[in-house]
């Protein structure tokens, strides 16, 4: 492990040279919503390809950049464009920039996707903020020997995503006029779609929504002692009663129309977040 230490170590140091505040608040940007960084007011950017060890995005509707700047007014860290495993790359890839969070001192995570819907009472262009997760990638980044300085072996997921956090957003959510659903976000590898058996599955073991990133960046931000929150936007249907083929067009589509609004929800919940109720 010394050497993904220090690929790590080495994208810290590079990062840390150029920035001129210190965030505590790292955003993840999913499928068709990067263009909430329209809200950055941006010091730095960063394509992956530039920063020391990064992994690069392959999937064309992830831009690929690591921006730094403010958010009303706080310094933040924001991903446009994130790995997944269905790419091939390992767990510890994809979890690769909560490390480099993590030794820049990030400490709190929004993790925004796009996802399937499996709960009847969703509709597609609805936003949910994830209470918990499903891992069914048979994959998780802690796999191999641990990071003894930078978590624990056996780190707890009893409650993986942070209470305050979801709060927030649901009163935003009130504020908005938005009915913001919320739910259990199950993580499968990908990249083919589900089959009606596999989303009555789904159903019956207690998912809300699916998708094929958040829950490798979000075990390593538990291991990492993170406060996360996670926000899902339903893009489709996937109803086992009444299969309807999902493309990524309209995959796009639908995740650019909530867009604007999961940018004003971040927006406001980065505006809340305060040093004493987080530290
Ligand atoms: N399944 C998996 N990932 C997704 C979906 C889906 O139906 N929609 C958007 N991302």
Redesign the pocket.
């Known amino acids: 492990m010394p050497e993904y230490e220090d690929q790590v170590y080495e994208a810290v140091r590079f990062l840390q040279k150029q920035m001129k505040e210190k965030p505590e608040i790292g955003i993840i940007a999913g499928?068709g919503l990067g263009d909430i960084v329209s809200s950055i007011n941006i010091t730095e950017s960063f394509a992956y390809s530039k920063i020391p060890n990064f992994p690069v995005s392959t999937v064309e509707s992830h831009a690929g950049r690591l921006v730094m700047g403010t958010l009303s007014g706080k310094p933040v860290l924001f991903m446009q464009g994130r790995f997944h495993l269905y790419e091939g790359y390992s767990p510890r890839e994809v979890a690769f920039p909560i490390r480099v969070m993590q030794m820049i001192g990030i400490r709190i995570l929004i993790a925004s996707n796009?996802?399937?819907g499996i709960n009847p009472l969703f509709k597609a262009g609805d936003i949910m903020v994830i209470k918990d997760h499903i891992n069914l990638t048979g994959s998780n980044p802690l796999v191999g020997s641990n990071w003894d300085d930078r978590g624990i072996r056996f780190p707890d997921m009893s409650r993986v995503y942070d209470i305050k956090l979801a709060d927030i957003v649901r009163s935003i959510g009130v504020e908005m006029g938005i009915d913001i659903k919320q739910g259990v976000y199950a993580g499968?590898k990908?990249p083919s779609?589900?089959t009606p058996s596999e989303n009555r599955y789904l159903q019956t073991i207690g998912a809300d929504a699916?998708?094929?990133s958040t829950i490798m960046e979000v075990i390593a931000a538990v291991h990492a002692e993170m406060k996360i929150l996670g926000l899902s936007v339903i893009?489709?249907m996937?109803n086992p009663d009444r299969p309807e083929p999902?493309t990524v067009e309209s995959?796009l589509e639908v995740a650019g129309k909530a867009a604007p609004n999961l940018e004003r929800i971040i927006k406001k919940v980065v505006e809340r977040i305060d040093g004493t109720s987080f530290g």
């Open positions: 499928t796009a996802a399937g499968l990908g779609l589900e699916v998708g094929f893009t489709n996937n999902t995959v």
